[in-house]
């Protein structure tokens, strides 16, 4: 926070600071510095640190807000297409087919709820064609269908579902009543 604020690095010595007294030596000059930071993470930590550090609004004045969907329009599909295609390229992952690729960008819009939207949290979909992959080759398939892709999504939800399975099995047995 120090080099932000006063443009320059200075080398210290940590236990120059808690002694009584000083055992001080050559110091090196500070080194100028004219950099960008870009803070990323959630929004309730920029909060935090701007309402309880006042140096921080003075340091980082533009906050930036990304959404985390986009329309679902002919040119966003076209480049959701080559994104699966560069993943897989990049994964060495098999081929998809188009109904794998369909079934991908269903998943997409149910991530954000939307049927015109589509998702931009990538990490979730980058994950789901690594796991559809794995089905795919498990069944000794040519390329990624869509039935792997859904093997995918249940298996996912599958594995999140713990808290509600043990919530139902409670309501089942007679351990916790609704009226």
């Given at each position: 926070?120090?080099?932000?604020?006063?443009?320059?690095?200075?080398?210290?010595?940590?236990?120059?600071?808690?002694?009584?007294?000083?055992?001080?030596?050559?110091?090196p000059q500070?080194?100028?510095?004219?950099?960008?930071?870009?803070?990323?993470?959630?929004?309730?930590?920029?909060?935090?640190?701007?309402?309880?550090?006042?140096?921080?609004?003075?340091?980082?004045?533009?906050?930036?807000?990304?959404?985390?969907?986009?329309?679902?329009?002919?040119?966003?599909?076209?480049?959701?297409?080559?994104?699966?295609?560069?993943?897989?390229?990049?994964?060495?992952?098999?081929?998809?087919?188009?109904?794998?690729?369909?079934?991908?960008?269903?998943?997409?819009?149910?991530?954000?709820?939307?049927?015109?939207?589509?998702?931009?949290?990538?990490?979730?979909?980058?994950?789901?064609?690594?796991?559809?992959?794995?089905?795919?080759?498990?069944?000794?398939?040519?390329?990624?269908?869509?039935?792997?892709?859904?093997?995918?999504?249940?298996?996912?939800?599958?594995?999140?579902?713990?808290?509600?399975?043990?919530?139902?099995?409670?309501?089942?047995?007679?351990?916790?009543?609704v009226d």
């Amino acid at each position: 926070k120090k080099a932000l604020k006063h443009r320059e690095v200075r080398i210290e010595d940590i236990t120059e600071r808690f002694k009584i007294i000083s055992t001080e030596g050559l110091k090196p000059q500070p080194i100028p510095v004219n950099v960008k930071v870009i803070l990323v993470g959630p929004l309730y930590i920029y909060h935090l640190l701007y309402m309880y550090d006042e140096d921080f609004r003075k340091i980082f004045k533009v906050k930036a807000d990304f959404d985390l969907s986009m329309s679902r329009d002919a040119d966003r599909v076209r480049q959701y297409v080559f994104f699966i295609a560069s993943k897989a390229n990049e994964y060495k992952l098999l081929p998809f087919h188009k109904t794998a690729v369909a079934r991908i960008l269903e998943y997409s819009s149910r991530l954000t709820e939307h049927q015109q939207k589509l998702t931009a949290k990538f990490s979730k979909i980058d994950s789901l064609l690594k796991e559809a992959d794995y089905w795919a080759r498990l069944q000794s398939s040519s390329r990624i269908q869509a039935e792997h892709v859904q093997k995918a999504i249940d298996e996912k939800i599958y594995r999140s579902n713990l808290i509600e399975d043990k919530m139902q099995q409670l309501f089942d047995d007679g351990t916790i009543l609704v009226d």
